[in-house]
């Protein structure tokens, strides 16, 4: 344990050293004698061990020294140019009986610090001094006599032959050749014209200064670009509405088409059969560089199959009113893809009779439903309601005999639609939500029961026979879901029910076949936040093979996902790194083909895997 200078005996009174009886020195003072009288060489305690000097203590240690001596004591460092290490002076006493004193009263300290004063010193000893700030001569002698930018030079040398043994540059560029490049989205398909975009103006217009640095009036109204109308009522010839008016191969492609929607009859096979073939060869769907193509110009809105099971024919409708149709299989790269416009706005809904091939019926949010005859070469106006209803349509399904359909409308109504009548209004109009309906499905087994859902957070179960245009009521309701609706579909059985809202929740409902009340069945979490740039994820239910169905995902690598409905569970997950790289909100099977699945995203591309 440290002691300091207060426990030490310091400045002790001076007393009478003890003498012998015969008057001679005893044997302590022979002692102090002989060492001298500096107390630079250290003095004797009480046990005759020799101490360290008070000031090389003090030094080493840091004691505070309050004695007189300490004070008046100075030391000073010489340097000797001729010799490489320094050396110290003797110390200088300012006052010559102060060094009597300390002789005549010797510092005695415990012997712990004298132990630990005697190993610093040694240490100390070892230690290289500088001299005068620089380096010792052992550097000078390796540099020489090379200035500081010959040794910067030398150093940098140095150090870049240390890093090149490393093999730092050659790890870099086996990096870089291990790393696949992405391939570019495939050019196949409808060619686009770019518009030429005029370089923007900026200050002098805003600040309405001419070149000159003269103010300029107020300027005149900009001209706003008018909105795409409706076209017009009636038939419109496929000649007028293909996407490029101009483009001299219009009618060739148009007969190519007209002879591919044909009715065609299929031969059923059997059910048990195909089941079995569709959970075996499902790990075996994959994707090729030839399944993509980009089919309308903006982003998809509805995307479907015609029925035919060859040629193979994907049918897409976009934001702006186009309704592509694509030869997977064409050879022919001219007649691959064909564009039609039969509306003006996003194309909500797109379905191709399984009894009439050759009519292709679409509608909008231009509030237009259109049947496309693939025979006659004209777009019908089946349903439309006045423009200054601000009305637009949602989605609609075949009833009964694909004779009439059902249509969900934004106001909240469902309309009763038959095709045979030649005026283009509905035959009922039902008020079944003070909200927009979003989607309506008619169970496939029990034709007078349909359910809606939309933005009121509820799927309602309706009965035709029951209906009442001032104030229908609905059978039941489901209220399972806490947010909006995107879609709600009976499954091809008609004893389920599909749904997805913005809660991130895939619910299916189990419909009873002897009429009891719809229970739920199970509950799925999936991301369905896709923002405002992705069209809303829609489950869809597999045409002939029962408890599947399909829908997008959110999740990377970009994939479809195929569900079981009854477990919940997700049976594939279709991806490729080299053909898939973007979210395929709208996803259908083939109607004929159970193995054969399109997937569209937000840039027109349609990918298929088979």
């Not at 101490?51 to 840091?62: Q, T, V």
């Not at 770019?194 to 200050?203: A, G, M, T, V, W």
């Not at 997805?500 to 009873?512: G, K, R």
Request: with cysteine; proline share 6%.
């Amino acid at each position: 344990m440290r002691r300091s200078l207060r426990q030490l005996k310091v400045n002790q009174p001076e007393t009478r050293s003890p003498q012998s009886s015969d008057g001679s020195p005893t044997k302590r003072q022979r002692l102090i004698s002989r060492k001298g009288s500096s107390t630079r060489s250290g003095s004797l305690d009480k046990n005759n061990h020799l101490l360290p000097p008070l000031e090389s203590i003090a030094r080493e240690k840091k004691f505070p020294v309050k004695t007189e001596m300490a004070r008046n004591c100075t030391s000073k460092f010489v340097s000797i140019s001729s010799g490489d290490k320094p050396v110290f002076s003797q110390i200088k006493t300012e006052k010559q009986d102060v060094k009597d004193d300390e002789n005549k009263n010797p510092i005695i300290l415990p012997r712990k610090a004298q132990k630990t004063v005697s190993e610093d010193d040694r240490e100390m000893n070892d230690i290289k001094p500088v001299v005068d700030g620089h380096a010792s001569d052992d550097s000078d002698a390796e540099h020489g006599s090379l200035s500081y930018e010959q040794i910067r030079e030398k150093n940098l040398r140095e150090n870049e032959l240390f890093f090149a043994s490393l093999g730092i540059d050659q790890a870099k560029e086996m990096l870089h050749a291990s790393v696949k490049k992405p391939k570019k989205p495939t050019l196949k398909g409808l060619k686009i014209k770019k518009e030429e975009i005029l370089p923007r103006r900026h200050s002098l217009r805003i600040k309405r200064i001419d070149p000159e640095g003269i103010q300029m009036p107020e300027p005149e109204p900009l001209i706003q670009v008018a909105e795409q109308t409706r076209l017009p009522e009636g038939p419109l010839d496929m000649k007028e509405s293909f996407y490029s008016k101009g483009n001299p191969e219009g009618d060739k492609h148009l007969i190519a088409f007209k002879a591919l929607f044909k009715d065609k009859k299929r031969k059923h096979a059997k059910q048990e059969k195909e089941i079995s073939n569709f959970l075996s060869d499902l790990s075996k769907m994959s994707i090729s560089e030839g399944c993509v193509a980009k089919v309308v110009p903006e982003r998809v809105f509805s995307v479907g199959w015609h029925p035919a099971e060859s040629p193979l024919i994907a049918v897409a409708g976009d934001k702006w009113g186009t309704v592509g149709l694509w030869n997977v299989f064409s050879q022919d790269e001219d007649q691959l893809v064909t564009a039609f416009k039969p509306h003006t706005r996003p194309v909500s809904c797109l379905k191709v009779p399984s009894v009439a091939q050759h009519k292709l019926y679409s509608c909008s949010y231009d509030a237009t439903l259109r049947c496309g005859d693939f025979e006659k070469g004209v777009f019908s106006e089946v349903f439309s309601v006045p423009e200054a209803d601000d009305d637009l349509f949602r989605n609609f399904c075949f009833y009964d005999t694909f004779q009439t359909l059902l249509v969900s409308q934004l106001s909240g109504n469902v309309s009763l639609v038959d095709v045979r009548t030649p005026k283009s209004s509905a035959e009922q109009v039902f008020k079944v939500s003070h909200k927009s309906l979003r989607t309506v499905s008619i169970n496939p087994f029990q034709h007078d029961h349909f359910i809606t859902a939309g933005t009121d957070t509820n799927i309602c179960l309706w009965d035709m026979r029951k209906m009442n245009q001032k104030s229908p009521k609905p059978l039941q309701i489901l209220d399972q879901h806490t947010r909006a609706i995107a879609s709600a579909y009976f499954s091809p059985s008609g004893h389920k029910i599909v749904s997805s809202a913005a809660d991130d929740q895939i619910l299916v409902f189990e419909v009873p076949s002897s009429g009891g009340e719809i229970q739920l069945g199970t509950r799925i979490r999936h991301n369905n936040c896709t923002g405002r740039w992705l069209t809303n994820f829609q489950p869809t239910w597999h045409p002939t093979i029962p408890n599947i169905f399909v829908v997008g995902s959110m999740a990377r690598p970009r994939e479809i996902q195929v569900y079981d409905a009854s477990q919940g569970t997700v049976l594939r997950s279709l991806s490729s790194e080299d053909h898939l790289g973007s979210v395929c909100s709208l996803n259908v099977f083939h109607p004929h083909r159970p193995r054969t699945l399109v997937g569209a995203n937000s840039s027109g591309r349609l990918h298929v895997f088979m």
